[in-house]
C-alpha cells in the first residue's frame, strides 16, 4: 500500500431518515496520523456521519474505505477490531465500576477472548500486565488520582477523559470524537485539548474530531470539513475554512 493512500476513505455516503436527508453525498478521507475537524451548525449530520462510519448505521449509498479495505457491512465490533473507535455526544460509561476497570475491559476487549461479560461484572482478575497498562493510560490522561473512584464520583470532564481513555486503549488507527468539550467548562476544555494534542503526538492515532469549540479546533485540527445540512460545503486548511464566508454565515452568531 502507497503511503498517500488515506487511512479513511468515505464516498459518497448518503444517508435518510424518513424522507428527511441528514447527509447527502458527503466524502471525507482522514490520513495517518492528523486531526481533522468536523464542525457545523446543529443538525448538519455531523453524528449521522460518525454513526455510517463506525458501522452503527448503514449509509443508504456509498463507500467507506479504512486501510484499504471496504467497511460496507460491516458491523461496529468488526470495525473496531480493525482499529476505528470512537466516544459519543453524550457520554456514555458503565455504571457501578470504578475508573480503572472502565478501562480494563476496553483493553480486555482488545484482545477479544470472549470474556467481555464476564469482565465487565468483575469476575475475573486482572493481570499485572493488564494493570500496567490501565495506569499507563490514567497517567497519560492525568486520571491517575482518580483510578479507584467510582464512574458515578466524577465530574463531566472526569468521564469524558475516562471515555477517551476507553477508546485508546483499543489501540485504534482512527478516532472518531464527538463533541469532547461539550458540557465542559473552559479550563476542562483547554485541558481536554492538551490531552488530545499528547495523545496524538505519542500514538500518531489519526483523531477525526466533531468540536463546536471553535478555538479548541483551530487549535488542534490541521484540515477541516463543514457540514451544513447534510451536504459538505467547505474543506480545506483549518484558518482558510474559517475564514470563508459561507462557512462563517453557517455559523452566524457562534463567533468564528
Ligand atoms: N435516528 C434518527 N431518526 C430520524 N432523524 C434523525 C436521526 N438521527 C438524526 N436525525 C436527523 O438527521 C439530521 C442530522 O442529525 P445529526 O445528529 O447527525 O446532526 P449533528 O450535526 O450531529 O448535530 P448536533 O451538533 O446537534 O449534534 C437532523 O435533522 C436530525 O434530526
Ligand atoms: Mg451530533
Known sequence: MSEAQALLEAERITKRFAGISALEEVTV????????????????????????????????????RFDGRSLVGLPVHRRARLGLARTFQRIELFSGMNVRDQLLVAERARHGGGSFLRDAVGLSRPTADEIERCDRMLDLLGLTPDADRPIESLSLGRGRLVE???????????????????????????????????????????????????????????????????????????REVLDDPAVRAAYLGVGV
Open 164 to 238: 477517551l481513555g476507553r477508546a485508546l486503549m483499543t489501540e485504534p488507527k482512527l478516532l472518531f470524537l464527538d463533541e469532547p468539550s461539550s458540557g465542559l467548562d473552559r479550563r476542562e476544555t483547554h485541558d481536554m485539548g492538551t490531552v488530545l494534542q499528547a495523545v496524538q503526538e505519542r500514538s500518531h492515532t489519526a483523531i477525526l474530531l466533531v468540536e463546536h469549540d471553535v478555538p479548541m479546533v483551530q487549535r488542534l485540527a490541521t484540515r477541516l470539513y463543514v457540514l451544513d445540512a447534510g451536504h459538505l460545503i467547505a474543506s480545506g486548511p483549518t
Open 29 to 64: 478521507e482522514v490520513h495517518r496520523g492528523e486531526l481533522v475537524g468536523l464542525i457545523g451548525p446543529n443538525g448538519a449530520g455531523k453524528t449521522t456521519l460518525f454513526d455510517c462510519l463506525s458501522g452503527k448505521l448503514r449509509p443508504d449509498e456509498g463507500d467507506v
